[in-house]
């Protein structure tokens, strides 16, 4: 219960403040799109881990740039829900890439957490809720696809 009137509350802070600070937040947006993508270390190992990580966070923003529709409530999940992407698609790439035990159960969380807000946002204002894969935690063959469904085969062993 202490979680519902939580999450409720913190939806009407960012309700309130998304009516009044529209202006910035698109200001912001614009200004991550001018921002070059990080530059990855040609021979280091955290390349793949940038590169994948920004397309994240880009997929993201563009996402939350939804067209307003006069609708506050279908508004708010339309900014949200690719918010809320993105923490998930973050959180798998950590989980790709890090190495920190504490930070991947952190990680495993979010996906957790993520996922059953979506959900909860969706059914709210009466949208279809579908079934969701696994996260997977290795890139598929031809190269990571940052929010696409990816199949069981893509764990190391022990993950399924």
Do not use: W
């Not at 923003?61 to 992407?85: I, L």
């Not at 959900?119 to 696809?145: H, N």
């Amino acid at each position: 219960m202490l979680r519902f009137l939580k999450t409720c509350f913190g939806m009407m802070i960012f309700r309130a403040v998304l009516t009044v600070a529209m202006p910035p937040l698109v200001l912001a947006q614009e200004a991550h799109r001018a921002t070059p993508p990080a530059e990855a270390p040609s021979a280091g190992e955290e390349g793949p881990f940038l590169r994948e990580n920004e397309a994240a966070m880009t997929k993201m923003m563009n996402g939350m740039a939804a067209k307003p529709t006069g609708d506050t409530d279908r508004d708010f999940v339309a900014t949200m829900v690719p918010h809320h992407q993105g923490a998930i698609d973050m959180a798998v790439i950590e989980l790709r890439y890090g190495k920190n035990e504490q930070l991947r159960r952190i990680a495993q969380e979010i996906i957790v957490d993520q996922m059953q807000e979506i959900a909860a946002m969706k059914l709210a204002i009466g949208e279809q809720v579908t079934a969701s894969l696994p996260a997977p935690t290795q890139p598929d063959r031809a190269g990571p696809v940052v929010g696409q469904p990816h199949h069981m085969d893509n764990f190391p062993k022990g993950e399924k």
